[in-house]
T-cell receptor, first 114, second 114 residues
Framework: GNSVTQMEGPVTLSEEAFLTINCTYT??????LFWYVQYPGEGLQLLLK?????DKGSNKGFEATYRKETTSFHLEKGSVQVSDSAVYFC?????????????FGKGTHLIIQP | EAGVTQSPTHLIKTRGQQATLRCSPI?????VYWYQQALGLGLQFLLW???????NRGNFPPRFSGRQFPNYSSELNVNALELEDSALYLC?????????????FGPGTRLTVL
């Protein structure tokens, strides 16, 4: 079946540090890949997406590249801010299996200290 | 454009009761997804409705059920509530199959079972 694995954290960084959150996946078909962010007390917001191999998704200074050879979709940001503190979820949607809904990783809690 | 809305924000029930949660999708979206976000279990896919029909369900017992109305809004019903049903229930909508379109999430309903 489909699965997504990501570091759970918490990950604590200082403001302006470089961020990497690793995400790897297993899928039987041709997945689309997503990063969602959840701020305290809120629902999920789509951060970025990539629908095919070698696509790069980017938004708000975050980026992730769909690497089919390593089945990875790592999230990166060059300089984090305190306002980036949130929980980040890597997810996939596998069209080859039909619309089963998104398969999520367990989420990475990111804490940015001033 | 209004986002996905959910009601109520919070719901407190006792074991054995029934809970009804409601979701209104983004205008023009025909698919509605329900997810459970329980502490320690991450986000799990519950149900998918499209064009008024249940299209797929996750690995949950039959006491989790729902429906989609002609205006594409949706209801999630949880019968015979158990303590472990306490969770944040998130609704998401998309224009169609998740493989092609990202899902847009509502703020969630926090269900507490006492």
């Amino acid at each position: 079946g489909n699965s997504v694995t990501q570091m759970e954290g918490p990950v604590t960084l200082s403001e302006e540090a470089f961020l990497t959150i690793n995400c790897t996946y297993t899928a039987t078909g041709y997945p689309s890949l997503f990063w969602y962010v959840q701020y305290p007390g809120e629902g999920l917001q789509l951060l970025l997406k990539a629908t095919k191999a070698d696509d790069k998704g980017s938004n708000k200074g975050f980026e992730a590249t769909y690497r089919k050879e390593t089945t990875s979709f790592h999230l990166e940001k060059g300089s984090v801010q305190v306002s980036d503190s949130a929980v980040y979820f890597c997810a996939l949607s596998d069209y080859g299996r039909g619309a089963d809904g998104l398969t999520f990783g367990k989420g990475t809690h990111l804490i940015i200290q001033p | 454009e209004a986002g996905v809305t959910q009601s109520p924000t919070h719901l407190i029930k006792t074991r054995g009761q029934q809970a009804t949660l409601r979701c209104s999708p983004i205008s023009g979206h025909t698919s509605v997804y329900w997810y459970q976000q329980a502490l320690g279990l991450g986000l799990q896919f519950l149900l998918w409705y499209d064009e008024g029909e249940e299209r797929n369900r996750g690995n949950f017992p039959p006491r989790f059920s729902g429906r989609q109305f002609p205006n594409y809004s949706s209801e999630l019903n949880v019968n015979a509530l158990e303590l472990e049903d306490s969770a944040l229930y998130l609704c998401a909508s998309s224009p169609g199959l998740a493989g092609y379109n990202e899902q847009f999430f509502g703020p969630g309903t926090r269900l507490t079972v006492l």
